[in-house]
């Protein structure tokens, strides 16, 4: 007789450990508290990405996410010199961090339907309805990685691992 290499599926085996992991599965669908921290986290670090790309004051440029921000206009860099040879919205960090950290004028909100996050500095709002400068938006990498996570962590559980800006 012919020895028989084979793989062997149980069905009873098989049945429950399907069960098993769809049952965990819905479990995560029904709390999404753990999902959207990491949501969280993944918008932070693509902000900090588009912080880190920002361009010349002089030159402006494309940044993180395929948006141009326009140059500075010469008028505000004869009013304030000490901007010239700066990036584009980094001057005292404060915007930054508060979108990407834990800190002074940071917002986030996690509730059953929707995450929130942003800051609450008095002068974001008018960088980022200016559409010269808009720092924190959707963008087609940010969408993909974030429904990625989802679906891997609808189905595994697996957290998201922070990715160091480039």
């Given at each position: 007789?012919?020895?028989?290499?084979?793989?062997?599926?149980?069905?009873?085996?098989?049945?429950?450990e399907l069960k098993a992991f769809f049952t965990s599965a819905t479990d995560r669908v029904e709390d999404w508290t753990e999902a959207a921290e990491d949501i969280?986290?993944?918008?932070?670090?693509?902000?900090?990405?588009?912080?880190?790309?920002?361009?010349?004051?002089?030159?402006?440029?494309?940044?993180?996410?395929?948006?141009?921000?326009?140059?500075?206009?010469?008028?505000?860099?004869?009013?304030?010199?000490?901007?010239?040879?700066?990036?584009?919205?980094?001057?005292?960090?404060?915007?930054?961090?508060?979108?990407?950290?834990?800190?002074?004028?940071s917002y986030t909100e996690i509730n059953e339907t929707e995450i929130r996050i942003g800051t609450t500095l008095p002068y974001a709002e008018e960088l980022q309805?200016?559409?010269?400068?808009?720092?924190?938006?959707?963008?087609?990498?940010?969408?993909?990685?974030?429904?990625?996570?989802?679906?891997?962590?609808?189905?595994?559980?697996?957290?998201?691992?922070?990715?160091?800006?480039?």
């Open positions: 007789m012919t020895d028989i290499v084979a793989l062997s599926i149980e069905k009873k085996k098989f049945d429950k969280v986290t993944m918008v932070r670090d693509d902000v900090r990405m588009r912080f880190q790309s920002a361009p010349s004051v002089e030159t402006g440029g494309m940044v993180w996410g395929d948006v141009y921000w326009r140059p500075l206009n010469e008028g505000y860099l004869l009013s304030r010199p000490d901007r010239r040879g700066g990036q584009i919205l980094i001057d005292t960090g404060a915007l930054k961090s508060s979108v990407t950290e834990n800190t002074t004028g309805k200016d559409e010269n400068f808009p720092f924190i938006f959707w963008h087609p990498i940010l969408l993909e990685r974030i429904t990625e996570h989802l679906l891997s962590w609808y189905m595994t559980g697996k957290k998201y691992e922070t990715r160091r800006p480039l």
